[in-house]
């Protein structure tokens, strides 16, 4: 509805992040991905009809996680693939300052690194995307990102010296 009432408001920036938000969170709730992946086609598919290059960019990076949990990367912990190339499109992202986006793409990139066992870059992808929280304020995004760095800090506690250790708890 709030993606309808944009449209015919031609309140396209509303619309734009309604539908990529849907298509977001409901790949966070856990819906089968192949329908994950359609859903944020779709929403590709309207962002650049609005011209939403922005909300455009943040899906394609969701799109692209969504496509590497499908096993269609050979890196998959890395966002590069047929939707999104992370080391194209980060340093355009540092450039133009879009918190949001940098948080999305390191949200992204941690979550795939967890999952694929990559828990040293897990770290470091947790570092960045909370360097950029203040980009999602009253998101679900902070929410994800709290329970994941919770996830990474556990598993990464049992390979760190007593020091880290002790900077883990706190």
Known sequence: K????????????FGGMAIAKRSEYFYFIGNNL???????ETASHALATMKQENT??????????VLNLLGD??????????????????PLTLTANDRMALHLVYLNKLILCYL??????????????ESYLDGVPGCLDEYIWNFYNSLIQLTHYSYVNICVQETILE
């Open 56 to 65: 455009w960019t943040w899906n394609q990076a969701f799109l692209q996680a």
């Open 2 to 13: 709030a993606y309808q009432a944009g449209i015919e408001t031609g309140n396209f920036q």
């Open 34 to 40: 192949s329908a994950v992946q359609l859903e944020m």
């Open 73 to 90: 990367s050979e890196t998959p912990w890395q966002l590069i693939g047929k939707a999104y190339n992370e080391t194209e499109s980060i």
């Open 116 to 129: 694929f066992d990559r828990i040293p870059e897990a770290v470091e992808n947790t570092a960045l995307a």
